[in-house]
């Protein structure tokens, strides 16, 4: 089942894509796509309903109708570094000894196509497509055997990051990973059982048509059940928490010499099964 949230910015409805591709309206069942709704007795509710039953949405998503993000409401937007060998490489850093943890500003989410805006004073703005796993049923001290249980589906993520402001202004990363629009998640929220292996998800991203980052989650080093246990060692997980595990290589800090988005630029961006991502890039 593949969850979404669609029209305009902040008044957002709850949706599912049907088997043709168009959306339907899942408002007389739930009230948004978010918190209690993706416990998994909920989620099984919605799968147990028949698409063609429901409102039918006009328009076709992505073109003429607008998707936000495909959680809301979101409490904890938990970012992991550096999870990949080649990209931990392409940084000049080694993989880390566990996971790096850091967490990303909710106010940075946006719906998956929503313009992304440089910062004022960013001369170094960065992409990174990421797996995106989103908390259905929350928990702390959650066991690696156990952590599936706790997940409501996968999604894209650009990470997007300013890397003068993450490494060079006296402080933690999150100065270079929140601002506004540096967090677009969706298209759509996808239930494990649809996503399969989500160990061997193709991933891409490309900026004006080129391609810069082309990987797999296959090169992950802390896997999906891993960062889960992991990160409820320190925080308790709530529903419609998101857990965004790092990038592969390709990335504009890698290239030599760099290459930074300076406005004008669209980014495109997509993981196998979970959807695609465009976004224009604007200055602020």
């Not at 980052?213 to 090169?219: A, E, R, Y």
Request: aromatic share 6%; charged share 25%; glycine share 14%.
């Amino acid at each position: 089942m593949k969850l979404l949230r669609y029209g305009p910015a902040g008044q957002e409805k709850p949706g599912l894509l049907d088997d043709d591709g168009h959306v339907r309206d899942l408002s007389a069942h739930v009230t948004d796509i978010s918190g209690d709704s993706l416990l998994p007795e909920k989620v099984a509710q919605l799968k147990g309903l028949d698409p063609s039953s429901l409102p039918l949405v006009p328009g076709q998503p992505q073109e003429d109708l607008r998707l936000g993000p495909c959680v809301g409401s979101v409490g904890k937007f938990i970012c992991i570094g550096l999870n990949y060998a080649d990209h931990a490489a392409e940084s000049g850093l080694d993989v880390p000894p566990e996971p790096v943890v850091f967490g990303k500003w909710t106010s940075a989410i946006v719906g998956p196509d929503d313009d992304v805006q440089i910062p004022r004073g960013s001369e170094k703005t960065d992409w990174e497509v990421e797996l995106g796993v989103v908390i259905g049923k929350g928990g702390k001290y959650i066991e690696e055997a156990d952590a599936l249980q706790h997940v409501a589906g996968f999604c894209v993520i650009n990470d997007v990051s300013e890397r003068d402001f993450q490494l060079n202004r006296a402080g933690t990363w999150d100065k270079g990973k929140g601002s506004d629009t540096f967090g677009p998640l969706g298209p759509w929220l996808v239930t494990p059982d649809e996503v399969g292996d989500f160990d061997q998800l193709a991933m891409w991203l490309e900026v004006d048509g080129h391609r810069y980052q082309n990987g797999s989650t296959s090169t992950m080093v802390y896997k999906v059940p891993h960062l889960i246990s992991y990160c409820s060692r320190f925080m308790s997980l709530q529903p419609g928490d998101v857990i965004s595990t790092g990038t592969p290589p390709g990335v504009g800090m890698g290239q030599k010499p760099p290459v930074y988005l300076k406005g004008g630029e669209v980014m495109r961006l997509g993981i196998e099964k979970l959807g695609t991502q465009t976004q224009n890039v604007k200055t602020a």
